[in-house]
T-cell receptor, first 114, second 111 residues
């Protein structure tokens, strides 16, 4: 059974701080990693994905991947109250973008306090 | 550009009935995936269709089934409904891999 683990939170950070969200996965064959954001009462929306070890930056968001440690994280710089949401980590077996099945973690609730 | 459209938004059914949910993907997206979301289990993969073929299936009983039409629209069906089937059912369309665009979901309540 492939598992994706996230701290359920809530993770509370002050406005302007860096929020760090972490995720571990059990399947060493996992190749693609995704972060989704889900506001309360809404459906998930894709923030970013990462395939290779290291960091990938997109605006205020940085995804970090360490396949040896089976660990993926999401950093949110200059956190805003509008970032308050549940963040879902998801993994896929395939590296070529052709596997459409994701295994999701249960999410971390982030609260950014003004 | 229209997003992923799911109908109906809300549904109340009684145990033993069956239900059909519909999903229209983003134009040009040939892959449609279905997920069940509950507070206890989170998002769980049901199945994925691509060009009318089921390519992946999750660990759900045979009461859960789906299909995809030639225009990429998809339906999922749940027969002999149980109380535990109460959940938010999300459809997602994709052009590439796990980069999904989700619909707003169908909230199914079994009474």
């Amino acid at each position: 059974q492939k598992e994706v683990e996230q701290n359920s939170g809530p993770l509370s950070v002050p406005e302007g701080a860096i929020a760090s969200l972490n995720c571990t996965y059990s399947d060493r064959g996992s190749q693609s990693f995704f972060w989704y954001r889900q506001y309360s009462g809404k459906s998930p929306e894709l923030i970013m994905f990462i395939y290779s070890n290291g960091d990938k930056e997109d605006g205020r968001f940085t995804a970090q991947l360490n396949k040896a440690s089976q660990y993926v994280s999401l950093l949110i710089r200059d956190s805003q109250p509008s970032d308050s949401a549940t963040y879902l980590c998801a993994v896929s077996e395939d590296s070529g973008g052709s596997n459409y099945k994701l295994t999701f973690g249960k999410g971390t609730l982030l609260t950014v306090n003004p | 550009k229209a997003g992923v459209t799911q109908t109906p938004r809300y549904l109340i059914k009684t145990r033993g009935q069956q239900v059909t949910l519909s999903c229209s993907p983003i134009s040009g997206h040939r892959s449609v995936s279905w997920y069940q979301q509950t507070p206890g289990q989170g998002l769980q993969f049901l199945f994925e269709y691509f060009s009318e073929t089921q390519r992946n299936k999750g660990n759900f009983p045979g009461r859960f089934s789906g299909r995809q039409f030639s225009n990429s629209r998809s339906e999922m069906n749940v027969s002999t409904l149980e109380l535990g089937d109460s959940a938010l059912y999300l459809c997602a369309s994709s052009l590439m891999g796990g980069s999904y665009t989700f619909g707003s979901g169908t909230r199914l309540t079994i009474v």
